[in-house]
């Protein structure tokens, strides 16, 4: 059975970073209504370790995540969210991407022609990262970049920087203090986080 996104894309005015996914876990693993609402799942406590130097920041509950922190976190910073799969069917009833078969991809144009200060896009995790290759190599060549680092593309106009950052997944087996270290040096290399050298 078909799965549509059950979210749009956040697009905070003035974003600079577009952080994209491959889509939410089933919801019954939901904590919130946003992006990365599974408990388990570490991108809060990524963010709250590095911005606010507190892995539990973003928590409003033991197991529950704060969907009003979150979303103004995002606002303030300029930080996008979203998904790189728009319809799916899930083969099985997990959130492991292994397992998912993407029927319709997202419209690059049109996400970013709503966020024209973007300058980059973070992929997290290979489902997400084949997904959108499949979708820039219709209007240019890329590099896909390594885990931790970046390449550089061109689209209507504009250079987008691509980086390729460790899943977020506690199925992803690093320390979240290794996972940190690797999303610090993309925030400190595009200017959104001051440098702690």
């Known amino acids: 059975m078909r799965e549509v996104h059950p979210w749009g894309f956040f697009l905070p005015e003035q974003t600079k970073l577009l952080m994209l996914g491959s889509f ?38 033991p197991r529950r995540f704060s969907e009003a922190k979150c979303k103004e976190f995002c606002r303030e910073v300029g930080l ?4 790189t799969a728009m319809e799916v069917v899930r083969q099985r009833g997990n959130a492991s991407d292994k397992f998912l078969e993407v029927t319709r991809p997202l419209d690059l144009d049109a996400v970013l022609a709503q966020i024209p200060t973007c300058e980059a896009i973070s992929v997290t995790g290979q489902k997400a990262m084949d997904t959108l290759l499949s979708v820039i190599r219709t209007q240019t060549t890329v590099e896909e970049p390594s885990v931790g680092t970046h390449t550089s593309f061109r689209w209507a106009e504009r250079e987008i920087k691509l980086f390729r950052m460790p899943s977020s997944s506690r199925a992803y087996p690093k320390p979240l203090s290794e996972k940190a270290a690797v999303y610090q040096h993309m925030f400190e290399s595009i200017e959104m986080l001051p440098s702690k050298k």
């Open 24 to 61: 939410p876990p089933p919801r019954a693993r939901w904590s919130m209504d946003f992006y990365y609402p599974n408990i388990q799942n570490d991108m809060w406590r990524i963010l709250g370790l590095l911005f606010f130097s507190d892995k539990d920041y973003f928590l409003e509950a």
């Open 80 to 83: 996008a969210l979203g998904d």
